[in-house]
């Protein structure tokens, strides 16, 4: 029985985001799949209730030490104040862990909620969009969020978002450009953004935490 | 002169949350009113742009030490590493500071963003919602966040969202409230979450940084 267990969706972001985090640090964790869409959402259903009341994805547990976390971000830095090996995800310096945080919420805040499951199904299904509407709504969002992030980068993207250390601004990055390249984004706009997101691909902790690579893809 | 700059909108949640952290250290800013509206929205001006390239408030600055910072819930935890006096905004253990982080974007990812500003007029403009339909949109999002945020809270609020701190979480909760009271939320199904905003609405702090206290109200 493994102590870390990570509750979520093969396709969420915010899930994509802690697997990368919980593989650069090396850690083992179960992955036990959420399923966001059949019998009207397993994360409606009481066993997921008691972990998290909020019904969204992820959940991050540890059995052992009697710990339930949502949400990525603070996931993900929990899991960088516990377990400080390999290296940290966050610099050292106040200011550079506020641009590290406040790239992570450009995207975290700014842009993945407004294209989520949730959000598209209540738009089709409340407010009648046809798919190619919500998928212009998609592309939109993720275009205005992209077009501030590129200009950021230019002021301080090294290898990776922040010069030459992987950070939980790139952590947040990569999901969003599978999610962008899904919505037909075109990504040639944003040479900064697909330069990083490339240099993460190279590493196995980003390939090994793809959607495609996880059991509940279908 | 002053050192410290606020750019922010009187109505802005993510302002009101960062006044809100100010004031409660002490801290004298000059607030620099950016208006969302008129003239199709000083955040797209030139002068602006140079500061935030994403075109969003709040953005921080600190002139003295050539700080410019977005993102109001890194502009809140930057302020309380690099001002540590009178009291920290965050707990001391990593798991307590993962729940208030939890709680904060709970309200800052999956709350706020769906009912802001620009996605309300992006929704009338692009897609023909009446004003009743985006009031309902807005509703609807308070409360699913809301319902999950009691029942959180049941677990572990005290006079504030945590024991008997003040954290960023309920820096985060009373602009929220503030919100749902004026898209007409039913606030007595959230009996915590109203008995916290209340104890918070005693602290001088929080009323300060109201939006109707602000130079810029209309």
Chains 1, 2 share one sequence.
Not at 59 to 69: G, P, S, Y
Not at 200 to 211: G, H, S
Request: proline residues 5%; negative net charge.
């Amino acid at each position: 029985m493994m102590s870390l267990k990570l509750y979520g969706y093969w396709r969420s972001s915010a899930t994509y985001r802690v697997r990368i985090a919980l593989n650069l640090k090396g850690l083992e964790y179960e992955y036990v799949p959420v399923h966001l869409v059949k019998d009207g959402g397993e994360q409606h259903q009481a066993a997921y209730d008691s972990l998290n009341p909020s019904h969204l994805v992820p959940t991050f547990v540890d059995d052992d030490e009697d710990i339930i976390l949502n949400q990525s971000l603070s996931i993900i830095e929990y899991l960088d104040e516990r377990y400080p090996e390999p290296y940290s995800l966050m610099p050292a310096h106040a200011v550079e862990r506020a641009r590290v945080r406040g790239l992570a919420q450009d995207i975290a805040c700014d842009i993945q909620p407004l294209a989520n499951l949730r959000v598209l199904q209540s738009l089709s299904n409340q407010y009648e969009l046809s798919s190619d509407q919500t998928n212009g709504w998609c592309k939109h969002w993720i275009e205005k969020g992209f077009d501030g992030i590129e200009r950021r980068l230019q002021t301080q993207a090294g290898r990776f978002c922040f010069d030459f250390d992987v950070t939980m601004a790139d952590i947040c990055l990569v999901p969003q450009v599978y999610n962008a390249k899904r919505f037909g984004v075109d990504m040639t706009r944003y040479p900064l953004i697909l330069r990083i997101y490339d240099n993460c691909q190279a590493l196995e902790a980003f390939q090994q935490a793809e959607p495609e690579n996880q059991p509940d893809a279908q």
